[in-house]
């Protein structure tokens, strides 16, 4: 945890990683990452609605709203808002803004076949 917030009853698994955030009553599984540095040198911009958002800030992690709930190994790229019982499944990546009560999944296609 770095330069973050997690308000009361948070909840974050081993192996997370929480910089620059504000957490509301959330529980982050196992691995999550709220990643809080563009890889290109720049300032975040938050993208709601069609609109965006200078924030002037180099760092800034994830704001996640009380009942987000994310899967292990799931990570949120710097400036991504969460509302209000949102799902991050699993593995996958939240981007930008999502309002209440959003599931934010992943899909693959798995195969198997015969090991010889």
């Known amino acids: ?39 290109m040198e720049s300032k975040i911009v938050v993208n709601i609605a069609g609109k965006k958002y200078e924030t002037g800030l180099r760092k800034f992690g994830a704001i996640c709203a009380d009942g987000v709930e994310t899967g292990c190994n799931s990570v949120t790229t710097p400036g991504s808002l969460l509302g209000r019982n949102v799902l991050l499944y699993p593995n996958a990546t939240g981007r930008g803004y999502y309002p209440p009560n959003t599931i934010i999944k992943l899909k693959q296609n798995q195969e198997t076949e015969d090991r010889k």
């Open 1 to 39: 945890m770095k330069t973050s917030v997690m308000l009361g009853e948070s909840k974050a698994g081993h192996f997370a990683y929480i910089g620059d955030s504000i957490l509301g009553k959330v529980n982050l599984g196992a691995g999550t990452k709220l990643a809080n540095l563009k890889i």
